[in-house]
């Protein structure tokens, strides 16, 4: 039977991307994501390229991400990949002397823990299998602008975890990370819906690898990372971001 891969936050934006990739490539798809509509809407459009099934579930909640694991198990019956890419990916919270600590807290419980739940609740299922784990961490673990201090601190928790866990997995589960940096997703309009983001020449020429990304350049490494090409590959993150982080910036 084909491998089944598990992608958290794969309604919209890069998990969708990866979703469907996957899909294409032969791979059995499980996204998972807080949003109901979009996630039915594209299991439904996505049906005829192969078996690709949605579940309702948030990350950060453990009774949500057992039961979601529990379903899976039932369904298949074995897991071979996890994609840990649902994030609150907007990384601009203002000023941090006026961050209340709720806040602070969803970007630690979505990013951190929330990685933290699903591979703990898929370990046992990746074991069997002999499986592979890809966090998606940001270019923001490395580098800032203002006004970004919890993503860009969730983002290097994951860096870590992923290091950690390869450690712990040894010779069972490979982990390994990817770092992207500016990857083209729709935008949520004022009514809700979705709409290409609008990229300049100078968004594009400012990339030394001459534009910026797009899902599948973060899609197509997943997918190396999760098969037996990767197999020498354990611990590592990737940074995907045409080049940005190699460039000079000094004013
Ligand atoms: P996005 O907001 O378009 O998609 C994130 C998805 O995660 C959404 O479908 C959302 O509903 C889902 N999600 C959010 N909270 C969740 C929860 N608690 N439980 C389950 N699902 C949840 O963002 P994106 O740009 O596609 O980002 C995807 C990943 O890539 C994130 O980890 C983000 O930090 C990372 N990233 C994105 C960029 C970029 O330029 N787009 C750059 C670096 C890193």
């Not at 800032?144 to 928790?157: H, R, V």
């Not at 968004?203 to 973060?218: F, L, T």
């Not at 354990?234 to 080049?243: A, C, E, K, L």
Request: charged share 20%.
């Amino acid at each position: 039977a084909a491998p089944v891969i598990l992608v958290t936050g794969g309604a919209r934006g890069i998990g969708k991307g990866i979703s469907s990739y996957l899909l294409g490539c032969g791979y059995r798809v499980v996204m998972l994501d807080i949003l109901r509509e979009d996630g039915e809407r594209l299991a439904r459009d996505l049906a005829h390229l192969g078996d690709i099934r949605f579940i309702r579930a948030d990350v950060a909640d453990e009774d949500q991400v057992s039961s979601a694991i529990n379903r899976i198990r039932n369904w298949f019956g074995y897991l071979n990949g996890v994609v840990n890419n649902a994030a609150i990916a907007e990384p601009y919270t203002g000023p941090l002397e006026f961050l209340a600590l709720e806040d602070w807290q969803s970007y630690i419980d979505v990013n951190v823990t929330g990685t933290f739940l699903i591979s703990r609740a898929t370990i046992p299922l990746l074991q069997q299998s002999q499986g592979a784990i890809v966090n998606i961490a940001s270019t923001r673990w490395l580098q800032s602008e203002p006004q970004s201090e919890a993503y860009a601190a969730s983002k290097g928790a994951i860096v870590s975890f992923t290091h950690a866990l390869a450690i712990s997995l040894s010779g069972q589960v490979r982990v390994n990370c990817i770092s992207p940096g500016w990857i083209a997703v729709d935008a949520v309009s004022e009514n809700g819906h979705l709409k290409p983001v609008h990229l300049t020449e100078t968004c594009h020429r400012q990339h030394p690898a001459g534009r910026v990304g797009r899902p599948d350049d973060i899609a197509s490494m997943v997918k190396f990372l999760l098969s037996n090409e990767s197999g020498f590959i354990t611990g590592q993150n990737f940074v995907i971001d045409g080049g940005m982080t190699r460039k000079m910036v000094y004013e």
